[in-house]
């Protein structure tokens, strides 16, 4: 695989608007852990891992939809349909697969074509190149089990990696800044003031991609099973976002105990790191961020606001959020182990 350069461009406004992922993104996830299944080599653990998946996925009865369906969708490359990994699954699986399930007939054709232009179009997805309503749910209920077979046994671990990849950039978040946690990022990224700098997938080396912010933010998502490049969305007219290789961390969850979980619960540890990561974030923000209902999340941030730890203001009909300082004292004595490796 070539690879050429991403070149994401910011504005002073996409700056104060980068986000952070609070949960894995289980459909980015899908995809790029197809292309680790479609792989070679990777030692005996992926190995074992391989075999376990498609055990899993025969078990189930969907193997022979998976390797006729899912992989030819997710070919290792340069291109694959974005409408696999659509937004809404940043609010949790449930959605996301329901999301890929109603994606318009016209999208899907659109996309299909492109893909057709980089490999062609193998037979298992005619049906889905010409809109067909069936075979557009029967996308969804695939790729609901394949998630379940390759990831459940694993989800201890990812959640675990995951979650300090994100302490770490929450952590020179508040310290630093945005701009020394963009530079903070892992080596296949470069900050250069506006431009993020990527090594990306390309059809030939000195192939180079540029995305111009231009206001909307941009939203970053540590993967677990990205491997050696960043991905992006192909659409820029979709909310954007940078999914990267998260950096693997020296303590597994079974030896590390998270003293602010210890301390306040998770939801409320996992509610004020959302704060501090995303200053003035909304009620329904936090909601959907730690994958509580609207009720218990304003419960853990009136707790939260009691003990002193966070503010709350009111605009309009939103109540807007912000760490204080004792809060952001008591994320700072809790910081992340150092990575172990980079990826």
């Given at each position: 695989?070539?690879?050429?350069?991403?070149?994401?461009?910011?504005?002073?406004?996409?700056?104060?608007?980068?986000?952070?992922?609070?949960?894995?993104?289980?459909?980015?996830?899908?995809?790029?852990?197809?292309?680790?299944l479609q792989a070679r080599g990777g030692g005996t653990a992926m190995a074992a891992w391989r075999r376990q998946v498609r055990d899993n996925l025969a078990e189930i009865g969907l193997l022979p939809q998976t390797r006729n369906v899912l992989i030819p969708l997710a070919p290792p490359g340069p291109y694959f349909?974005?409408?696999?990994?659509?937004?809404?699954?940043?609010?949790?699986?449930?959605?996301?697969?329901?999301?890929?399930?109603?994606?318009?007939?016209?999208?899907?054709?659109?996309?299909?074509?492109?893909?057709?232009?980089?490999?062609?179009?193998?037979?298992?997805?005619?049906?889905?190149?010409?809109?067909?309503?069936?075979?557009?749910?029967?996308?969804?209920?695939?790729?609901?089990?394949?998630?379940?077979?390759?990831?459940?046994?694993?989800?201890?671990?990812?959640?675990?990696?995951?979650?300090?990849?994100?302490?770490?950039?929450?952590?020179?978040?508040?310290?630093?800044?945005?701009?020394?946690?963009?530079?903070?990022?892992?080596?296949?990224?470069?900050?250069?003031?506006?431009?993020?700098?990527?090594?990306?997938?390309?059809?030939?080396?000195?192939?180079?991609?540029?995305?111009?912010?231009?206001?909307?933010?941009?939203?970053?998502?540590?993967?677990?099973?990205?491997?050696?490049?960043?991905?992006?969305?192909?659409?820029?007219?979709?909310?954007?976002?940078?999914?990267?290789?998260?950096?693997?961390?020296?303590?597994?969850?079974?030896?590390?105990?998270?003293?602010?979980?210890?301390?306040?619960?998770?939801?409320?540890?996992?509610?004020?790191?959302?704060?501090?990561?995303?200053?003035?974030?909304?009620?329904?923000?936090?909601?959907?961020?730690?994958?509580?209902?609207?009720?218990?999340?304003?419960?853990?941030?009136?707790?939260?606001?009691?003990?002193?730890?966070?503010?709350?203001?009111?605009?309009?009909?939103?109540?807007?959020?912000?760490?204080?300082?004792?809060?952001?004292?008591?994320?700072?004595?809790?910081?992340?182990?150092?990575?172990?490796?980079?990826?």
């Amino acid at each position: 695989m070539a690879l050429g350069t991403l070149k994401i461009v910011f504005t002073p406004e996409d700056l104060a608007r980068v986000r952070i992922a609070s949960r894995p993104d289980l459909m980015w996830e899908m995809v790029l852990s197809l292309h680790l299944l479609q792989a070679r080599g990777g030692g005996t653990a992926m190995a074992a891992w391989r075999r376990q998946v498609r055990d899993n996925l025969a078990e189930i009865g969907l193997l022979p939809q998976t390797r006729n369906v899912l992989i030819p969708l997710a070919p290792p490359g340069p291109y694959f349909p974005d409408f696999l990994t659509p937004a809404e699954t940043q609010m949790g699986l449930d959605q996301g697969v329901e999301a890929l399930a109603s994606t318009p007939r016209r999208r899907i054709r659109h996309e299909l074509d492109l893909l057709q232009t980089y490999y062609g179009l193998p037979p298992g997805l005619e049906d889905l190149a010409r809109g067909d309503p069936r075979a557009i749910r029967d996308l969804g209920r695939v790729a609901a089990g394949y998630c379940q077979a390759a990831f459940a046994p694993h989800m201890q671990q990812m959640e675990h990696t995951l979650g300090q990849e994100r302490s770490a950039l929450a952590r020179h978040l508040t310290d630093d800044g945005v701009e020394q946690m963009l530079d903070q990022l892992p080596p296949m990224m470069r900050w250069r003031s506006p431009v993020l700098e990527a090594d990306y997938p390309a059809r030939a080396a000195q192939n180079s991609r540029e995305i111009h912010l231009r206001g909307r933010g941009l939203t970053l998502i540590p993967s677990y099973f990205c491997r050696i490049t960043p991905v992006a969305l192909v659409d820029q007219g979709l909310p954007p976002v940078l999914v990267y290789p998260a950096r693997r961390w020296s303590s597994s969850p079974a030896t590390v105990k998270d003293p602010l979980v210890e301390l306040l619960g998770r939801t409320r540890a996992e509610t004020l790191r959302c704060i501090m990561a995303t200053p003035g974030c909304t009620t329904t923000e936090l909601a959907r961020r730690t994958g509580a209902s609207l009720a218990n999340v304003s419960k853990h941030a009136q707790v939260l606001r009691q003990a002193g730890l966070i503010t709350s203001t009111r605009q309009a009909n939103l109540m807007l959020h912000q760490a204080t300082t004792l809060g952001a004292e008591l994320i700072r004595t809790q910081p992340p182990n150092e990575p172990r490796t980079r990826p």
